[in-house]
């Protein structure tokens, strides 16, 4: 195995831990006719059953990894949470104080 490759998983792995998956969860979609029972009706019939993908809520932001400004696919749930660390934006033309 080459070492390129092995580098390559190893990063993947690295991103994968940082962010998650990010891999689509399966599910149906039903299809039904009728009135619910607790509305006055004789009951919900499921007339078709198709399969779905539950997507994850991408955002392409900028965030910070070990030091450098790169841009990624991450889950809106963890920039919402403040797991991701975004770069410090700055006026142009200023340094910052020490």
């Not at 962010?19 to 979609?29: C, D, F, V």
């Not at 955002?59 to 963890?78: A, F, H, K, M, Y």
């Amino acid at each position: 195995m080459s070492t390129l490759k092995k580098n390559k998983r190893l990063k993947l792995a690295k991103r994968i831990a940082l962010y998650g998956e990010n891999k689509p969860a399966t599910g149906n979609s039903l299809c039904q006719r009728g009135k619910a029972k607790y509305l006055g009706g004789n009951g919900r019939k499921t007339t078709g059953i198709t399969r779905r993908k539950f997507k994850v809520n991408l955002q392409n932001i900028r965030v910070v990894e070990d030091g450098e400004v790169v841009r990624r696919n991450v889950p809106v749930s963890l920039i919402r949470s403040g797991m991701i660390e975004r770069p410090v934006v700055r006026k142009p033309f200023t340094v910052e104080a020490k």
